[in-house]
């Protein structure tokens, strides 16, 4: 239950971030997004009164700081100014595949025949759609949801190697804090510089992406994971793209062309091919 509702969190980041550039510029949405989040993690971490890492962690932390904290918000939000949620998270369904590449050159795992099979052909579905979807040549929003893949699986991979000297929530934790200075600064640039019009839908979609998806959805997903193993609980992320899909029609009214879908569960099947390759 635990892992399921990270998913279900996960899963409407990106409405969210669309309510929320209702109201903010993209750098202001995802600067505020840092500082509310590393607030609520700080805050966490003095309640429980839980140590300072060691040295050796702390350029670990900064990888997963700058990719999931800032460059994976940050590219992501530029790409929904011009591109659906449907579209951007049938792309960012590939992220477990490009998380496995980055694992693979870190860790030196050598995953199975079949698991690589299953990665080239989801890859291959992926950019088919993203070049159908902008009328033959890749568009800027496409760039960016591609970029956010490889910091983000960057990040991922880090955070992964962390959590076995750490737990899994103290890992976002402390990359959250680590980038506060640096989200204060740009919060305050970013005002200064984008308009801001506070609208309900605005608000709401802040304090998800915030709180939501920054912090509490991350616990409860890294909390599951520990109870029921890494496995078990990637399983239930297949679920994540397709969801979103939902919450885009319920939440914005986006109308699916049938590749959208169509493409998703091609991704899932694929990506369920690697979960459950030897290796």
Same mark, same amino acid.
């Given at each position: 239950?635990?892992?399921?509702?990270?998913? $279900?969190?996960?899963?409407?980041?990106?409405?969210?971030?669309?309510?929320?550039?209702?109201?903010?510029?993209?750098?202001?949405?995802?600067?505020?997004?840092?500082? $509310?989040?590393?607030?609520?993690?700080?805050?966490?971490?003095?309640?429980?009164?839980?140590?300072?890492?060691?040295?050796?962690?702390?350029?670990?932390?900064?990888?997963?700081?700058?990719?999931?904290?800032?460059?994976?918000?940050?590219?992501?939000?530029?790409?929904?100014?011009?591109?659906?949620?449907?579209?951007?998270?049938?792309?960012?369904?590939?992220?477990?595949?490009?998380?496995?590449?980055?694992?693979?050159?870190? &860790?030196?795992?050598?995953?199975?025949?079949?698991?690589?099979?299953?990665?080239?052909?989801?890859?291959?579905?992926?950019?088919?759609?993203?070049?159908?979807?902008?009328?033959?040549?890749?568009?800027?929003?496409?760039?960016?949801?591609?970029?956010?893949?490889?910091?983000?699986?960057?990040?991922?991979?880090?955070?992964?190697? $962390?959590?076995?000297?750490?737990? *899994?929530?103290?890992?976002?934790?402390?990359?959250?804090?680590?980038?506060?200075?640096?989200?204060?600064?740009? &919060?305050?640039?970013?005002?200064?510089?984008?308009?801001?019009?506070?609208?309900?839908?605005?608000?709401?979609?802040?304090?998800?992406?915030?709180?939501?998806?920054?912090? $509490? *959805?991350?616990?409860?997903?890294?909390?599951?994971?520990?109870?029921?193993?890494?496995?078990?609980?990637?399983?239930?992320?297949?679920?994540?793209?397709?969801?979103?899909?939902?919450?885009?029609?319920?939440?914005?009214?986006?109308?699916?062309?049938?590749?959208?879908?169509?493409?998703?569960?091609?991704?899932?099947?694929?990506?369920?091919?690697?979960?459950?390759?030897?290796?």
């Amino acid at each position: 239950m635990l892992a399921a509702l990270g998913v $279900l969190a996960f899963s409407l980041t990106f409405p969210a971030t669309a309510w929320g550039l209702e109201g903010f510029g993209p750098w202001s949405l995802v600067a505020v997004r840092s500082v $509310l989040a590393a607030l609520i993690a700080g805050g966490s971490l003095l309640v429980l009164r839980v140590p300072v890492p060691a040295r050796r962690h702390w350029a670990g932390l900064a990888v997963v700081g700058a990719g999931v904290v800032l460059g994976f918000p940050m590219l992501t939000t530029l790409a929904l100014r011009s591109a659906t949620t449907a579209h951007s998270a049938v792309v960012v369904g590939l992220l477990p595949l490009t998380t496995a590449v980055f694992s693979s050159l870190r &860790t030196g795992a050598r995953p199975s025949r079949a698991f690589w099979i299953a990665a080239c052909a989801g890859a291959a579905a992926v950019i088919a759609f993203t070049v159908q979807q902008s009328g033959g040549a890749l568009t800027r929003a496409d760039l960016y949801l591609f970029g956010a893949l490889l910091i983000c699986a960057a990040g991922y991979t880090e955070g992964g190697r $962390l959590a076995s000297a750490m737990p *899994g929530w103290q890992v976002i934790a402390w990359a959250l804090v680590l980038c506060l200075p640096l989200a204060v600064a740009g &919060t305050a640039i970013a005002l200064a510089s984008e308009p801001v019009r506070l609208t309900g839908h605005a608000v709401a979609g802040l304090l998800w992406v915030a709180a939501g998806s920054q912090f $509490l *959805g991350l616990v409860v997903w890294y909390k599951g994971m520990s109870l029921i193993g890494i496995p078990k609980a990637s399983q239930l992320q297949l679920a994540q793209p397709l969801l979103t899909l939902v919450w885009s029609v319920l939440l914005l009214g986006e109308s699916l062309t049938v590749a959208a879908p169509l493409t998703a569960v091609a991704v899932l099947v694929c990506i369920a091919v690697t979960q459950r390759s030897r290796g």
